[in-house]
Each structure stands twice: as C-alpha cells, then as structure tokens.
C-alpha cells in the first residue's frame, strides 16, 4: 500500500483506497441492477485497480458501513 493511498482527502474523508472501493462497487451495481454484490465478486475487481489484501478490503468496507 503506497504511503498516499492511506491520507484522507480533504474534500470528503475518504483515502484512495476507500474511493477505488466505492467506484468498482458502484459500477458493479449497476451492472447487477442494484442487487448485492458478493464480496468475493468486489475483491476480485477491485484487484484490477489496486493491490489489496482481503483483509483489508474488509475493515474498508466496515468502515464504510457495508454489512449494516
């Protein structure tokens, strides 16, 4: 994880990674017509932006507010 990835923007809060995460799972909303997306699914397109662990991509999400 790059150094800049993890320092907030100061327009919204949001770090790069948690902007990368958000972009792909909105994309891949739309292509499921708004239905859930399977982490699984999220982890493995959000590969083909950044280099993240699984882990990782978890807590983001957590702190996001996914799952509540």
Avoid: F, W
């Avoid at 990835?5 to 949001?14: F, K, N, S, T």
């Avoid at 991509?57 to 996914?66: E, F, N, P, Y």
Wanted: charged share 25%; glycine share 8%; proline share 4%.
């Amino acid at each position: 994880m790059e150094p800049q990835e993890c320092i907030p923007d100061v327009r919204d809060g949001l770090n790069g990674i948690e902007r990368t995460v958000l972009y792909v799972l909105h994309k891949t909303q739309l292509e499921m017509a708004g239905r859930a997306v399977p982490t699984a699914m999220l982890y493995g397109r959000v590969l083909e932006y950044i280099n993240i662990s699984e882990t990782e991509l978890v807590t983001c999400l957590q702190r996001l507010g996914a799952g509540r």
